[in-house]
């Protein structure tokens, strides 16, 4: 039986970030991956150009059962941390609206930068290797049994991910390692991902599919104001992707296409000026023709404003500003960016990532019961659970 200081199971952002810190500490690091190539998600990511981190990151970008768990992780390692490191490797990066940072050129340099660090400090990275069982001994705490080997360690590290996008690697591996363990696993959901609509809305909206706009989308008093995209299977765009994280099965989503205005005053305004202005014309000047004529009946758009009442100009400008609709679900794991729910963080420490019950044992990343909001809050997290859970396994 071989003899390791730390193992780490998943060679990808929050891996290999805890096995780069673990060696600087001359500590013998083995990370292992079923996947036949490290960080594949770290490769999809933003679009090809990884949005790695976020100008502005605090607690409440992340939604979790334990919202204030992140805040020590996050001021220990912050995005300053890992925007110097981006910088120490010379890697051309710039910043896109709410402060993403995203990598100029690919996201391969992300990962090179990881994997140059691992190799620098002698990390050893085994892809295509199965784990067959976990023992916990109190003596050697762990030995993890691969297909091919045995190895005893004394700290291990779960930073196997959640379970969106199966085909590049996903598993519930590290929900089963907490579960054996007895560490409690919150259901798991996908987040940061498209709705799909009841058979009725999908035939209504589907002729608007490739139209974005700029919108404010509501559930539950949660807001976010950015894109929401018209698609052939249903709703997609950052704002509709941020929305899903907060939204559960059966609930109703609010939209306002026209954040910037209130269109019931400017419809009345422009009635008593202009009475002859036909309501489209008004209209058309503010959305996609074809948007307004999905949205309001013909037989109003062709009308005079003054033929209009009040009370239909604001039932037509609410229409428009609270237009209420039920999903029927998301695209699931198979798109989602993230996974709602994992490991309770109530079984681990802030500091360490630690589980409080299993000395020795850690879950980094997204395993994790912490999902952030799109704009580069996931991928921090994995860096700075990842370097926290580095100086101490
Ligand atoms: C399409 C897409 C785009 C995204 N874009 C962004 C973005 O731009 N910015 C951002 O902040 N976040 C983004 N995310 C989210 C981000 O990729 C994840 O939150 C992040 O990768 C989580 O890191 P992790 O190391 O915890 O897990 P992962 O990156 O999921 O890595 C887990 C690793 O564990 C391995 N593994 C799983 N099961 C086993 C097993 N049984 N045995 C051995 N190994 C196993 C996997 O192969 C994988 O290598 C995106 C996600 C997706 C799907």
Not at 254 to 259: G, K, Q, S
Request: charged content about 20%; glycine content about 8%; some cysteine.
């Amino acid at each position: 039986m071989k003899k390791i200081d730390v193992i780490i199971v998943g060679a990808s952002a929050a891996g290999l970030m805890c096995a780069i810190e673990a060696a600087k500490r001359k500590r013998k690091v083995l990370v292992i991956d079923h996947a036949n190539k490290a960080g594949k998600k770290i490769l999809m990511s933003g679009g090809g150009r990884c949005n790695f981190t976020n100008y502005d990151v605090s607690a409440e970008n992340y939604i979790s059962h334990n919202p204030h768990f992140v805040k020590s992780a996050l001021t220990r390692f912050t995005q300053w941390d890992f925007i110097a490191m981006v910088e120490a490797h010379k890697i051309p990066y710039h910043e896109r609206e709410h402060g993403q940072l995203f990598c100029d050129n690919s996201s391969k340099d992300i990962l090179n930068l990881l994997l140059n660090e691992c190799k620098k400090n002698h990390v050893r990275i085994e892809l295509n290797t199965t784990i067959k069982s976990i023992k916990h001994k109190s003596k050697e705490n762990f030995i993890v049994h691969s297909e091919q080997y045995s190895y005893h360690c004394e700290s291990l590290v779960i930073a196997s991910g959640g379970l969106s996008i199966p085909k590049m690697g996903a598993s519930p591996f590290g929900y089963k390692v907490a579960e054996q363990f007895g560490i409690k696993v919150w259901p798991t959901v996908a987040g940061l991902v498209p709705f799909t609509l009841h058979k009725h809305d999908k035939e209504t909206y589907s002729d608007l599919s490739g139209i974005a706009i700029n919108s404010i989308v509501s559930c539950h008093n949660i807001n976010f104001r950015e894109n929401i995209l018209f698609t052939h299977r249903g709703l997609s765009g950052p704002a509709i992707l941020q929305i899903s994280s907060y939204w559960t099965a059966g609930e109703t989503i609010t939209i306002n296409l026209l954040p910037d205005i209130n269109l019931f005053d400017l419809l009345k305004q422009k009635r008593s000026k202009q009475p002859q202005l036909k309501l489209k014309t008004v209209l058309h000047q503010l959305l996609p023709k074809r948007l307004i004529n999905t949205f309001i009946e013909s037989e109003h758009l062709e009308k005079t404003l003054q033929e209009i009442s009040f009370e239909q100009l604001e039932d037509i400008s609410t229409q428009i500003q609270n237009w209420k609709i039920q999903p029927n679900g998301t695209e699931g794991y198979r798109t989602a960016e993230v996974t709602i729910g994992g490991v309770d963080c109530d079984a681990l420490s802030s500091k360490t990532m630690e589980s409080t019950e299993y000395p020795g044992l850690y879950f980094i990343g997204e395993v994790m019961d912490i999902s952030g909001w799109l704009g580069g809050y996931n991928f921090q997290w994995s860096w700075a659970s990842g370097w926290c859970a580095g100086q101490y396994v």
